[in-house]
């Protein structure tokens, strides 16, 4: 499982305070990006801890990284409809069915097969993405062409349909770590997966709630800033973009965005740069910042009403915020 953009950045600020129990930060790679997980414990306790956070991972890639040929999902886009999936991709699967329906479509796992076409998938792309050739390509998208059926196995209308949760496992697993976290007894954490985070409790040795940054579209890769700062309590944040990582087609010269637009097959731009939402949990803040890149402004706008989430856009002209998206310094 690959993700290649990170749009959040921790931000720490120091404090004078007498420490009351370690800060323990552990770390590693995780969905084609590194993790960092940061709680108060005993140090000794670290390295059985980061087994069970590597352990969460593992089967979170086990369910659904197409990235790996014996997952889940691979076994499923390669046509198999005996595989009986794990609770991991039904909570995933039902999810994604949700936000596909709040949404008006445009969130859409079933892309997957123009993400490989226009070469941000698993397979090389498509030389020359015609007219014609998009039109054959969206017989195979669309989430009311796929069903979970009550034993738990997959029924796709046609066997090209072919899955990408990329757009929101990786938030799906910072969850799960998170419940693995509140398992062993911890409240208080931060977890942050290639800029997707979920913060509990408070950052304890502080006495103060977590705070991170918003990261601006000209922000530099390899050293980044943040253009707002955010509390976070109790909730997750996830972004997205589309100002680095896209893919100019060698022969044509034309520019791809990996934010494909389920309903109409494009990978262009749409007047929305960055999309960073707060939620309940991750997985829906992940699937809602993809939403927002791919409807642009003003859908995005009208759908974020009737939802419990909070969004900051960045969008050609200047910001959209919701009333509760409350930065520190806007």
Request: net charge neutral; charged share 25%; glycine share 8%.
């Amino acid at each position: 499982m690959r993700f290649y953009y990170f749009l959040v950045i921790l931000i720490f600020f120091s404090c004078n305070q007498k420490r009351t129990s370690d800060e323990i930060t552990i770390s590693g790679q995780a969905f084609g990006t590194f993790y960092s997980v940061i709680y108060f414990g005993k140090g000794n306790e670290a390295p059985r801890i980061q087994k069970g956070v590597d352990s969460v991972i593992y089967k979170v890639n086990k369910s659904m990284s197409t990235y790996i040929p014996a997952s889940d999902i691979s076994k499923i886009n390669r046509g198999d409809s005996t595989v009986v999936v794990d609770d991991m991709f039904i909570d995933v699967f039902t999810l994604s069915r949700k936000l596909y329906k709040a949404t008006s479509g445009y969130f859409d796992p079933t892309v997957g097969t123009l993400r490989n076409a226009y070469g941000f998938g698993d397979t090389e792309a498509i030389r020359i993405m015609d007219s014609t050739k998009l039109d054959s390509l969206m017989r195979y998208v669309g989430w009311d062409k796929v069903i979970l059926n009550e034993d738990h196995t997959i029924t796709k209308r046609s066997p090209e349909i072919y899955f990408d949760f990329n757009a929101v496992a990786k938030g799906y697993g910072v969850d799960r770590i998170a419940v693995y976290l509140k398992s062993k007894g911890f409240e208080n954490f931060l977890i942050d997966i290639g800029g997707e985070i979920v913060a509990s409790g408070i950052n304890y040795n502080k006495n103060k709630q977590w705070i991170v940054g918003v990261e601006g579209i000209d922000s530099n890769v390899l050293n980044r800033s943040a253009i707002a700062s955010v509390r976070l309590a109790n909730k997750a944040m996830a972004g997205s973009g589309n100002y680095r990582k896209n893919r100019v087609d060698e022969i044509t010269g034309k520019e791809y965005v990996h934010t494909i637009n389920p309903l109409t097959g494009s990978a262009e731009k749409s007047d929305v740069l960055s999309a960073t939402i707060i939620a309940n949990d991750c997985a829906t803040a992940d699937a809602w910042a993809t939403a927002c890149m791919a409807m642009g402004l003003q859908r995005s706008i009208e759908a974020l009403k009737n939802h419990d989430v909070e969004a900051y856009l960045i969008y050609d002209g200047g910001v959209f915020k919701t009333d509760n998206f409350e930065v520190l310094n806007p």
